[in-house]
């Protein structure tokens, strides 16, 4: 049973290490020593050595898996404007053999490639790569490519000015106003022939309100033609910045050839963001109305944040209540604050406690979308109908019949005005006694 239990440990080890294991290089380069046509080993900065119109390319690889034979295939970066002439496939089969070196011998596949130049070859950087392939014990395929660079220092002028490229430029999150960031950056060298060295990249802000935290500027010792480097610049956002998009810029300096220089500028945009800060006063509601009529709702909305909020729009659920539906407050600036108002008709058939709410959406400078729900709480009364009947109604603190009080009325005015007309009569007949009528 331990026995058991010890190859099931050991299985489950070698399965866990199967992975790291794969992930190993077939093939290492020997750094050591110089071989046959090198001028200094790998580990010193091995360069292709160029003699008259010949440039030879050593690669000596050693392999602990490798069994038999290797082929060896040269693949420029740019055919065209490589030194010499590739056409078709430019491959060898190299056999695993004793070198001798300084010191005693190494058992090694040295690959060598002796290129013939270009009679009018021009000066220049030029990468390549070499493709190694073979197969294990087992008959598992191995392939591996190892990089190069030839340097020609003995041809035509080079008038090829090399810019280096500026792509990917973005920020590794949203950056919001007073928080920090990182801002990534893919550099690369699109020149075919020119070597870039002492790359330099420095970062502005036109409103100055994106700041590096350490430094801004950049440094890269250098690019082959067609190779590119991702880069990291730390940033901060300060308190007091435009939630806006920035316009940023990031200029750059390198050498090559025989130490001349060249350099440029690209500019893009970074946006910055500020928390959306919508903030409401208490909703005001009654909180009862009759069925058939109308409560009147108002809330206050403040924009309490640095950037302007934009189609602010309230929305309105309230099951037994109509003609509220949808109200556009619209454009909120930095500060500002809006009354919202409307007037909501309960149903002639709606009774009883009303929960509902109302919905606030809006959108910041981006057209980033957010919402935010308020409840809204009221009741509903029964609307009661007023019926009057024609009874006779008495005065209720006399108690006199309405008819009695109607005719001791009529007669108060018949005799007033019979008064009335006895008064003028009298002043009438006086009037004819004087004249002696």
């Known amino acids: 049973m ?65 069994e038999g034979d290797i082929t060896a295939t040269l693949v420029p970066g740019d055919a065209a404007a490589f030194p010499a002439p590739m056409d078709g496939t430019f491959s060898q089969v190299v056999a695993r053999r004793e070198e001798t070196v300084a010191g005693g011998k190494v058992n090694l596949y040295k690959v060598h490639f002796k290129l013939p130049l270009y009679r009018d070859r021009v000066k220049g950087d030029y990468t390549y790569d070499v493709v190694i392939e073979g197969k294990d014990a087992a008959g598992v395929s191995l392939r591996q490519s190892f990089p190069g660079l030839l340097v020609i220092r003995d041809g035509l002028p080079n008038t090829e000015v090399p810019a280096l490229s500026l792509t990917d430029v973005a920020a590794d999150k949203d950056l919001l106003v007073g ?48 190779e590119e480097r991702a880069l990291s610049l730390p940033m901060r956002v300060i308190s007091t910045a435009s939630a806006l998009p920035h316009a940023v810029a990031l200029s750059w300096e390198v050498r090559y050839g025989e130490d001349k220089t060249a350099s440029g500028a690209e500019r893009f945009t970074l946006p910055v963001y500020q928390e959306a800060r919508l903030r409401f006063g ?75 709410r109302v919905d606030i959406t809006y959108e910041d400078a981006y057209g980033k979308q957010y919402s935010q729900q308020v409840p809204l709480t009221t009741q509903v009364e029964e609307k ?13 603190q006399q108690g006199i019949p309405l008819r009695e009080i109607v005719a001791w009325s009529a007669a108060g005015v018949l005799l007033l005005v019979l008064l009335i007309q006895s008064i003028l009569l009298r002043r009438r007949i006086r009037t004819l006694e004087e004249r002696g009528l």
């Open 282 to 356: 208490e909703p005001a509601l009654p909180r009862s109305v009759m069925q058939g009529d109308i409560a009147t709702f108002g809330m206050n909305i403040m924009n309490m944040g640095r950037g302007a909020l934009h189609n602010v729009l309230l929305t309105f659920d309230l099951p037994g209540l109509s003609g509220g539906g949808s109200l556009l407050v619209g454009k909120l600036d930095p500060g500002e604050s809006k009354q919202a108002s409307a007037n909501l008709r309960a149903a002639m058939d709606a009774l009883g406690p009303v929960d509902g």
């Open 179 to 226: 928080e920090e960031g990182l801002l990534r950056i893919t550099a690369r060298n699109p020149s075919t022939s020119q070597m870039m060295r002492d790359i330099r990249l420095r970062f502005v802000d036109d409103k100055g309100e994106i700041l590096p935290l350490v430094s801004d500027t950049l440094r890269l010792d250098g690019l082959r033609p067609g």
């Open 2 to 66: 331990k026995r058991y239990i010890l190859m099931v440990c050991v299985a489950m080890l070698m399965a866990n290490l199967t992975p790291v294991l794969a992930q190993q290089e077939p093939f290492t380069i020997e750094t050591r020593n110089v071989y046959e046509k090198m001028a200094r080993p790998y580990a010193q900065g091995y360069q292709p050595l160029v003699e008259g119109r010949t440039a030879h390319i050593v690669l000596p690889l050693q392999s602990d898996v490798s």
């Open 384 to 396: 009661k109908t007023v019926v009057f009947e024609p009874t006779e109604d008495k005065d209720e």
